[in-house]
């Protein structure tokens, strides 16, 4: 009986028992005989002394039969084994010849099952994993290849412009070497005529020398023999003409890139594009939707919040343990975590009274925040590492950042995932990591391929899910959407912005830091400046940190001093 294939027995109703005159569901299998068994078939085979020691198993696991095919120098056997020295299939007569003697056999049917088996995981895979998992990064890819065709059709624009020019060079230089051989022709051609009359002018004398000679041997003038003995001056020398040698242009394809200007790969290591299972990926994106349909729905369920006509004042706290008031983090319960340009990260509760403090490599940027959860999260960029604080107040290392140096951090109350605000060189980009600490997107670069950040200072996310990052290097918020596509930058309003805190509210308004103007800027999400919200009227002096809390106080930690001032702008 043949055997099925996996296919086969998948979609008949169910195999037939190997043994004769059974017509029973084979669904066990004999590894030794290679054929399909019946339960009651597989009890009788145990049985029987001469099959007891067979392997019989569930007819999936079981072990494909080895192909039939004959060896070459023994025709009428079966090759079925494997010289491990030799690494070759053969017969077991081969194993007598001497070329064999003392090496290791396997059982090729063993070894064939084990690939079998191996391929047929591999095989698997494809199916389940590799292909869908490969379209979704095919369709990224095509959205590359368009932006890449526009880059690219600009570089070639460039690229003829560069040519045009040389080629006028080019032609120039040319024309000019061109009428330099003609000069060289004239001057050689006059040197060589000048030699053709010299000797012109020598073939004359010969003449007369040998009518002179003729004169002399003349037997009417013999004594002229005697009188006097004519001597032949010799042939003139001349040079022959050293002709011009065209030596050609020595140089490479490196030296026309130079000279034409050469298109490079940016010295960027590339970005993996990270390769997710599709569940996981699903799952994520469904949970991420319902969670921001669930925020805008809370957001709709207070249509009279608005901004209020002033700013007021409700509280501050003096905060001990700190030097300046930097980076400030509110939890649900509403204690504070404040740092300063120390290292200097502490906890306090609604009094102001210190509950703990940590000595971290921290300095003036918002490397911590707090979560949904209660727990808080801060980065040492110094070891590369984020960690994790519980409410019970055990700390634990959460992520380990592999060679790029964690800056700013915010946990998102959308949907819990963290964004990280990470350097390294002259590198820089935005990383989410999933709650359980699981890398899902990095953002790096703009459509255009140029790099969005340089150093993010402060990292927040907005109501609508954008991502807006505290730029302190360019000087400017940069924002984009959930997918990583640039949506704006923010520049402030004349020159000199120097942005540091950032946070946005329930309404989706920006609030940022103006460090310069000692102002804080209100935005609203397509980043229309509505106000300088607080400045020194309201008593604030340089201004550092921002953060909004669940009943949208505004908390405002300032350089030069440890007070927090927390104020009332929407009603």
């Known amino acids: 009986m043949s055997e099925p294939s996996d296919e086969q027995a998948a979609g008949q109703h169910y195999l037939i028992c190997g043994t004769e005159d059974c017509q029973e569901n084979g669904q066990f299998y004999c590894n030794a005989c290679h054929r399909p068994l019946c339960e009651q078939c597989r009890d009788d085979h145990i049985k029987n002394p001469k099959t007891k020691a067979h392997e019989i198993v569930i007819y999936r696991y079981r072990k494909h039969q080895l192909p039939v095919e004959k060896c070459e120098l023994h025709p009428t056997r079966n090759v079925d084994m494997f010289c491990r020295e030799c690494k070759t299939p053969l017969c077991s007569k081969c194993s007598t010849m001497k070329e064999h003697k003392g090496h290791e056999f396997d059982d090729l049917e063993e070894i064939y099952a084990e690939k ?160 997710q299972p599709m569940e996981t990926v699903t799952a994520h994106m469904k949970s991420t939707e319902k969670q921001l349909e669930q925020s805008k729905e809370k957001s709709d369920m207070k249509p009279t919040l608005s901004l209020s006509s002033s700013v007021t004042k409700v509280r501050e706290y003096s905060v001990p343990g700190v030097v300046n008031a930097h980076h400030v983090s509110v939890e649900k319960s509403g204690r504070l975590w404040i740092s300063d340009d120390n290292g200097n990260l502490v906890q306090t509760d609604l009094q102001g009274k210190q509950l703990q403090k940590i000595q971290t490599s921290g300095w003036r940027e918002g490397y911590h925040t707090a979560t949904q959860d209660g727990d808080l999260i801060y980065t040492d960029r110094s070891k590369k590492v984020i960690y994790r604080i519980t409410p019970d107040r055990k700390i634990t290392e959460f992520i380990k950042t592999g060679e790029w140096k964690p800056l700013s951090v915010y946990s998102s109350h959308i949907n819990g995932d963290l964004l990280v605000g990470m350097f390294k060189d002259k590198e820089a980009k935005v990383t989410r990591y999933s709650k359980a600490g699981q890398e899902i997107q990095s953002i790096q670069m703009d459509n255009q391929g140029q790099e969005l950040y340089s150093y993010p200072y402060y990292i927040t996310e907005n109501v609508n899910g954008d991502i807006c990052t505290s730029d302190w290097n360019k000087k400017a918020v940069v924002v984009v959407n959930k997918s990583g596509q640039h949506r704006f930058s923010y520049t402030g309003q004349g020159s000199g912005f120097s942005p540091y805190g950032i946070c946005t509210d329930v309404l989706g308004h920006i609030l940022v830091c103006d460090y310069n103007s000692n102002t804080v800027h209100l935005l609203d999400q397509e980043s229309g400046f509505l106000s300088a919200i607080l400045s020194s009227k309201q008593g604030i002096e340089f201004p550092r940190g921002v953060c909004v809390d669940d009943e949208n106080n505004l908390y405002v930690g300032q350089q030069r001093t440890n007070t927090v001032k927390v104020y009332k702008y929407l009603h």
């Open 116 to 275: 079998y088996a191996l391929q047929q995981g591999e095989f698997s895979k494809i199916q389940k994993y590799f292909l869908p998992t490969t379209q979704g990064l095919k369709s990224d890819i095509e959205e590359d290849a368009t932006q890449i065709k526009k880059i690219m059709e600009s570089i070639r624009t460039s690229m003829k412009a560069e040519a045009g020019s040389l080629k006028n060079l080019v032609d120039e230089v040319t024309k000019e070497n061109i009428e330099n051989t003609y000069t060289m022709e004239k001057t050689l051609l006059k040197m060589l005529k000048s030699q053709e009359t010299k000797y012109d002018d020598y073939i004359a004398y010969l003449g007369k020398m040998s009518d002179e000679f003729e004169e002399y041997l003349s037997i009417t003038n013999q004594k002229l023999l005697f009188s006097k003995t004519l001597k032949i001056k010799l042939i003139p020398e001349t040079t022959r003409p050293v002709p011009p040698v065209f030596t050609a242009g020595r140089f490479s394809k490196d030296d026309v890139a130079k000279l034409l200007g050469k298109v490079n790969v940016p010295n960027t290591k590339p970005e993996k594009r990270k390769i």
